[in-house]
Structures are given as structure tokens and as C-alpha cells.
């Protein structure tokens, strides 16, 4: 049965770990998955909401910055899952979460952009 799971270059190497740690890794990855698709969401939120007349031009930049962010998470988020399994099936250490982060970052940099850019439109008015 193991032969038959994609992907290959997971599956198909090592030795089958013990079940638990494989659905951690797995939890852990649709963890990440969520996190990603509320990036997603409220870029998509931000971005229609830019349509009314009363809010600033740059709230759909802010929404598409959202957007891309949780789409490149949800790819580092099965690339952290397949080298964990990988890691687990060879017994070799677990790698470091390097999208962490990543993610931290990116919050951060999307939260001083909106503060900045609203500082800025508050001054306008």
C-alpha cells in the first residue's frame, strides 16, 4: 500500500514512522493551511471593500499583499510538510520551521504598511 501514496518523493523513501508522528505533521501542515486561507480571506474582504468610495485606493494593495501572502504560505506549508515526512521516514532530525518566519515577518510588514498608509490618509482628511 505504501508503494501506491503520493508523492513519490515522499513515500517512496525510508521506512513507514510511527502513525502519530505523521498525522502531527500533517495537523501541523493543515495548521498552517488554515492560517493561509485567512490571509486569503481577509485580503479578499480588503479588496472588495476598496470599492466603496469612502475607503483609500491603497486598502486593495493592503488586500492583494494579504492575498499573496497566504497563497505563497500555503506552498511553503507543503514543502514543511514533505520534508518533515521525508525526515521522519529516513529517521533523520526535523528540520527547522524556517516558514515561521517567514510568516511573522510578512504580518508585520503588512501591519506597519496598513498603519503607515492609514496614518497618512487620516492626515489628508
Given amino acids: 500500500m ?8 515522499v513515500y517512496g523513501v525510508g521506512e513507514e514512522p510511527d ?18 486561507l485567512a490571509l486569503v480571506g481577509g485580503g479578499v474582504a480588503m479588496v472588495s471593500l476598496a470599492s466603496l468610495d469612502s475607503l483609500p485606493a491603497w486598502t ?24 518533515v515526512e521525508r525526515a521522519l521516514r529516513l529517521r533523520q ?3 527547522a520551521p524556517c ?13 506597519v504598511l496598513t498603519l503607515v498608509l492609514s496614518v497618512v490618509e487620516l492626515r489628508g482628511r
Fill in 2 to 9: 505504501a508503494d501506491e501514496r503520493t508523492p513519490r518523493s
Fill in 19 to 36: 502513525p502519530r508522528f505523521s498525522l502531527a505533521n500533517e495537523r501541523t501542515a493543515l495548521a498552517w493551511m488554515r492560517t493561509a
Fill in 60 to 83: 486593495a494593495l493592503v488586500g492583494a499583499a494579504a492575498c499573496l501572502g497566504g497563497a505563497t504560505l500555503s506552498l511553503r506549508a507543503v514543502g514543511a510538510w514533505a520534508r
Fill in 93 to 95: 532530525p526535523l528540520p
Fill in 99 to 111: 516558514a515561521l518566519g517567514v510568516l511573522a515577518g510578512g504580518v508585520v510588514v503588512l501591519a
